[in-house]
């Protein structure tokens, strides 16, 4: 017979570890960036929920995190991704990568040769009216948007120590 305490350190043991498999230290080789595209639920310049989407590492050891904002009248694309991922196929990264927001570069010699009629293809990069990069390296998931980490968490962490209490 077990005793009547076994089913509540069952209970406590589960719950505590299902948050560790996925749960980050900090304490990783790179750095975590969310990855995400503004066609995704909750991935919007400003709607950002973080609970969707969980970071990956990125692959280099110095890299960043990008949030890519793209805007053209009232339309508004969001990409986020570790830049050594975006350096790939994007050709208008600025050269200043340092911590903040700038406006993208102008590739001179994209679609140079290309004599082409469709206007679908976009080979000149020019969909977009206005094209932002910001950066940042600094922490954990730098490139969402505000958490809702604040005082919401202290207060039910406050009722849940008095609940303790009594």
Known sequence: MLPPTTPLIVATAILLAVPAISFKTGLEDGLICNVCVGTHPGCGETGFDY???????CPRYNDKC???IEKKGA?????R???SNLEAFRTD???DKYEGCRSASKDVKLGQHVFNKIEELDV???HYDNTTYCFCDFDHWCN???HMMGTGWVVVGFAIFLAILH
């Open 66 to 68: 990008v949030k890519l």
């Open 81 to 83: 991704d570790c830049l």
């Open 144 to 146: 969402g948007g505000h």
């Open 93 to 95: 990264i600025p050269a």
């Open 124 to 126: 000149y990069r020019n």
């Open 75 to 79: 339309e508004v694309m969001v990409t």
């Open 51 to 57: 609970r969707w989407y969980w970071g990956k590492m």
